[in-house]
């Protein structure tokens, strides 16, 4: 169930309308109206003429297979983005780093137990990388989801891991229980970085580090993927230290 069904809204049609937003993400591929409304519990009358408002809006495309998300999105997507000092100054320094430019970096942002990816930059040791901006992928199943739940302290963790209700078993090195994640969690505070070796995606690793603002609440990291068989000691402590001073070059948030 995505975050969006999870939440209670005092606009029911509102809360169905970014529920039928969140299973077309989910989905990648059209799904018809009368399947939306079966899938948010609404009535086929009533999902379809949320459907039809959407339509209108731009905010979902009609295809001869059923409904996609609409250019709509892209717009505001572009437009969030844009507002955002970090996501610009997170290109430039991409470009300025030692080591690191020439790999796949990424930067994110912690959204409940899901992390959204904010940016992307390819290096010329790019990865066949599926995570694109605006995706969101489970926080315990990547090694930023695991960088930015190292900056909680011990309470807020215990309070994070009471509400996680699954362990998406990605591959075989994902993390599956309380203690593993744990584990996970306390090992990159003590080290001031994540690794996450296949939790995702076979094949691939990632490292990460938390963007750490006094001036602000929110929960940020950048993170370099690589393919598993290019990982070496020297590698990995070159990225982490350009990773570091990537952190520290990315602005607060402005109003």
């Known amino acids: 169930m995505s975050e969006a069904q999870n939440r209670q809204s005092l606009s029911p049609a509102v809360n169905s309308a970014a529920q039928i937003l969140d299973l077309l993400a989910e989905a990648g591929k059209p799904l018809s109206a009368a399947e939306l409304a079966r899938r948010i519990g609404r009535a086929k009358s009533t ?11 731009g905010l979902i495309e009609r295809t001869e297979d059923g409904y996609l998300l609409g250019r709509k999105l892209v717009e ?5 983005l844009a507002q955002s000092d970090v996501v610009d100054e997170f290109h430039r320094s991409c470009r ?26 390819n290096g010329s040791q790019p990865v066949r990388w599926y995570a694109r901006v605006g995706a ?4 315990v199943a990547t090694a930023m989801g695991i960088a930015m ?4 302290d011990d309470d807020e963790l215990e309070e994070y891991l009471d509400g996680l209700t699954e362990y998406p078993g990605e591959t075989e090195f994902s993390y599956t229980s309380r203690s593993q994640l744990r584990a996970a969690v ?15 995606t076979l094949g691939l690793c990632s490292l990460a580090v938390p963007v750490r603002s006094r001036f602000d609440d929110r929960k940020l990291a950048v993170g370099a993927t690589m393919l598993s068989a290019r990982r070496s000691r020297k590698l990995e402590d070159s990225l982490v230290s350009d990773l570091e001073l990537l952190a520290e070059s990315l602005p607060p948030a402005t109003d």
């Open 76 to 80: 505001l997507g572009g437009a969030y």
């Open 47 to 57: 999902g379809t003429n949320i459907v039809a408002a959407l339509e209108q809006t």
């Open 186 to 200: 306390v090992q990159a505070r003590a080290d001031g970085f994540a690794v996450g070796d296949q939790l995702n």
């Open 136 to 139: 969101r992928l489970s926080a």
């Open 96 to 121: 300025t780093l030692p080591v690191a430019k020439e790999e796949t970096l990424s930067l994110s942002s912690l959204h409940g137990h899901e992390i959204l990816y904010l940016a992307h930059h």
């Open 149 to 152: 739940l190292s900056t909680f």
